[in-house]
């Protein structure tokens, strides 16, 4: 299906009748979260989501999340499976899954950076057991069993995952017998002054008056500045992941207002992570949560005033935010320029990049919502000069 005509029926309402695969989509068993704060796409499974066998075709599953897959293979992913939810009159057939299995080759494999299995019992481990003979010890080690949401937040960042309510609630019934008596509630702690130099999760105005009255980050010039000098036309650039030891490395001495040199690392993707997890951690998206409707309803503007309407939309930011977002798109503009080499073309970035950019107020970014940011995302970096030609800043800076 095109980017169009997702976009048009995407968004958090009813998916559109004539959707290829409406009969799966319609239940919400698969879901992809938008990225991790790594640069990793995080494409969650909710057994609890499926209806009984016989109204789904399990063949039709299959192919709707290999679909969904493909659309992501060609970067670093990772997988949520909650287990809890299958049952007898849902479960698929152990010969289903043999060919499932075979189904997901190299393509789904290479790039899956861990597969979490949440709520794990005794069935997933006979399973395993019986399937050992065909899991090959590299994708084996991906798998991490996660008995509890908490344990899971020790991995990843839970407010950005969608998690059904039966799977909170199981979850608590399951820590409250364990202790043997109703979970206590959570406190969250208050939030922590930021460090004198903090760069990461601070506003941009914050930033601003930091840095001396610098308009573009600090984060935000020094990665696009050596990616500019070195990585141009590295292929796959914003496609892959880093290690994430080594980012929190560097985003800890960005905090602590530490010199980074970059090529001392010597690799071209660790910038590229640093950046797109800077944008991430902003309190408020880049493009502002006041346009993320209008984003939305991106797909339902006739094509040949799209572009028109990115401009206009470009025009209603804080100066400082577009003077940011500029700087950035340009750059953005600048990679998809040698896309023969780095295959990173402005849909591809888009797709990468999307999420980074804008996300709802409330709640993790929804399957039905990436399409739209995606194509208002890809109109931004295809046609920067048209967006941004007509509002010229006195103190904007370009890369």
């Known amino acids: 299906m095109s980017l169009e005509r997702l976009a048009v029926q995407a968004g958090d309402g009813p998916l559109d009748l004539n959707h290829p695969f409406y009969?799966?989509?319609?239940?919400?068993?698969?879901?992809?979260?938008g990225d991790d704060n790594y640069g990793r796409k995080l494409v969650i499974?909710?057994?609890?989501?499926m209806p009984p066998s016989h109204q789904l075709n399990h063949q039709k599953l299959l192919e709707y999340l290999k679909y969904t897959l493909d659309q992501y293979v060609e970067s670093d992913y990772i997988l949520v499976y909650f287990h809890h939810g299958l049952k007898s009159y849902n479960k698929p057939s152990l010969?289903?899954?043999?060919?499932?299995?075979?189904?997901?080759?190299?393509?789904?494999?290479?790039n899956l950076k861990a597969l979490y299995v949440v709520h794990p019992t005794n069935f997933i481990r006979v399973?395993?057991?019986?399937?050992?003979?065909?899991?090959?010890?590299?994708?084996?080690k991906k798998v991490t069993y996660v008995n509890h949401l908490s344990e899971l937040r020790e991995h990843l960042n839970c407010d950005q995952l969608i998690i059904a309510p039966e799977v909170i609630r199981y979850d608590e019934k399951l820590r409250a017998s364990q202790k043997g008596g109703a979970p206590q509630a959570t406190k969250t702690p208050p939030p922590r002054p930021p460090l004198p130099q903090q760069q990461f999760g601070v506003s941009l105005q914050y930033l601003r008056d930091k840095g001396n009255g610098?308009?573009?980050?600090?984060?935000?010039?020094q990665t696009v500045q050596f990616m500019k000098q070195n990585a141009l036309q590295t292929e796959g650039l914003f496609r892959r992941s880093a290690s994430i030891q080594v980012i929190k490395e560097i985003q800890k001495l960005y905090n602590l207002g530490k010199p980074i040199k970059f090529e001392e690392y010597g690799d071209e993707h660790i910038p590229a992570v640093?950046?797109?997890?800077?944008?991430?951690?902003?309190?408020?998206?880049?493009?502002?949560?006041?346009?993320?409707?209008?984003?939305?309803?991106?797909?339902?503007?006739?094509?040949s005033l799209r572009v028109t309407r990115c401009k206009q939309l470009m025009q209603r930011l804080p100066e400082h935010n577009y003077i940011v977002v500029k700087h950035l798109i340009c750059f953005l503009n600048m990679v998809s320029q040698q896309s023969i080499f780095n295959k990173?073309?402005?849909?591809?970035?888009?797709?990468?990049?999307?999420?980074?950019?804008?996300?709802?107020?409330?709640?993790?970014v929804?399957?039905?919502?990436?399409?739209?940011?995606?194509?208002?995302?890809?109109?931004?970096?295809?046609?920067?000069?048209?967006v941004f030609s007509s509002r010229i800043l006195p103190n904007e800076i370009l890369p």
């Open 95 to 110: 010969s289903w899954l043999q060919n499932a299995y075979k189904e997901f080759d190299r393509k789904y494999k290479k």
């Open 127 to 140: 399973l395993w057991n019986i399937f050992k003979p065909l899991i090959s010890h590299k994708f084996g």
């Open 344 to 364: 990173m073309n402005p849909s591809n970035l888009a797709s990468v990049f999307g999420v980074n950019l804008i996300w709802p107020p409330k709640g993790p």
């Open 214 to 221: 610098e308009t573009i980050p600090l984060v935000m010039r």
């Open 366 to 386: 929804t399957l039905q919502a990436l399409p739209p940011i995606n194509m208002f995302t890809e109109l931004l970096i295809e046609y920067y000069d048209q």
């Open 45 to 49: 499974f909710s057994c609890c989501r």
């Open 23 to 33: 009969d799966v989509a319609r239940h919400g068993i698969v879901q992809v979260a």
């Open 274 to 303: 640093i950046l797109k997890t800077f944008l991430r951690e902003l309190p408020e998206p880049i493009l502002t949560s006041q346009i993320y409707d209008h984003v939305q309803s991106i797909g339902t503007v006739e094509s």
